[in-house]
């Protein structure tokens, strides 16, 4: 008896512990008009509003295949701003999936898109490039900051004179702290018991 009430009460812990402090966030660009800052096409961000703006560049209604893309050049930039969970102990960790859709014709060679986070970033990689059909690059990077901060700014930069952006979306997770992962075993374990 003591076993159930004990999981019953893990239980409504954990339910409360994931509403009260949702570790994800999903924001998505698609630049389908002018707007600077940029209209959010999708967001699931319960922290506040991200926003993207454009330091200088040109919206074009169309570009090489691909519909709605700022061109910037290598004197703008991108900068993007993600407000994010509080939970700031200093053991958990943010790990960011930027996907960024573009084309920049004076470097089609697979160099990197320069992207600078603040806080810096700890790791930065290339996970996964896809050249689509008009011969845009979509590629995903994979970013960890740590410790997790409750608000992160990621600001990209052209790789050569000009690049062209067509699509930005940023999922975030806040990987938690060694002990609410520990918590969130036992909480694993005892249900399995309880089975
Ligand atoms: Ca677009």
């Given at each position: 008896?003591?076993?159930?009430?004990?999981?019953?009460?893990?239980?409504?812990?954990?339910?409360?512990?994931?509403?009260?402090?949702?570790?994800?966030?999903?924001?998505?660009?698609?630049?389908?008009?002018?707007?600077?800052?940029?209209?959010?096409?999708e967001v699931d961000n319960p922290?506040?509003?991200?926003?993207?703006?454009?330091?200088?560049?040109?919206?074009?209604?169309?570009?090489?295949?691909?519909?709605?893309?700022?061109?910037?050049?290598?004197?703008?930039?991108?900068?993007?701003?993600?407000?994010?969970?509080?939970?700031?102990?200093?053991d958990s960790w943010k790990e960011?999936?930027?996907?960024?859709?573009?084309?920049?014709?004076?470097?089609?060679?697979?160099?990197?898109?320069?992207?600078?986070?603040?806080?810096?970033?700890?790791?930065?990689?290339?996970?996964?490039?896809?050249?689509?059909?008009?011969?845009?690059?979509?590629?995903?990077?994979?970013?960890?900051?740590?410790?997790?901060?409750?608000?992160e700014f990621l600001d990209l930069?052209?790789?050569?004179?000009?690049?062209?952006?067509?699509?930005?979306?940023?999922?975030?997770?806040?990987?938690?702290?060694?002990?609410?992962?520990?918590?969130?075993?036992?909480?694993?374990?005892?249900?399995?018991?309880?089975?």
């Amino acid at each position: 008896m003591k076993k159930i009430v004990a999981v019953a009460l893990l239980g409504t812990l954990l339910c409360s512990f994931a509403y009260a402090n949702q570790l994800t966030t999903y924001q998505k660009w698609s630049f389908s008009n002018g707007s600077n800052p940029a209209v959010l096409d999708e967001v699931d961000n319960p922290f506040g509003t991200p926003t993207l703006s454009l330091c200088s560049g040109i919206w074009l209604q169309s570009y090489s295949g691909a519909m709605g893309v700022w061109r910037i050049l290598s004197t703008g930039g991108v900068n993007i701003a993600i407000p994010n969970t509080t939970d700031n102990s200093p053991d958990s960790w943010k790990e960011i999936t930027l996907q960024i859709t573009y084309r920049d014709p004076g470097s089609e060679f697979g160099v990197d898109v320069p992207i600078v986070s603040y806080p810096l970033y700890e790791s930065l990689a290339l996970a996964d490039r896809q050249i689509q059909s008009n011969g845009y690059y979509k590629d995903t990077y994979s970013i960890i900051i740590s410790p997790n901060p409750s608000e992160e700014f990621l600001d990209l930069y052209s790789i050569q004179y000009a690049i062209y952006i067509d699509e930005i979306s940023i999922g975030t997770v806040c990987v938690p702290e060694p002990a609410t992962m520990a918590l969130l075993s036992l909480g694993g374990l005892l249900l399995r018991k309880k089975r």
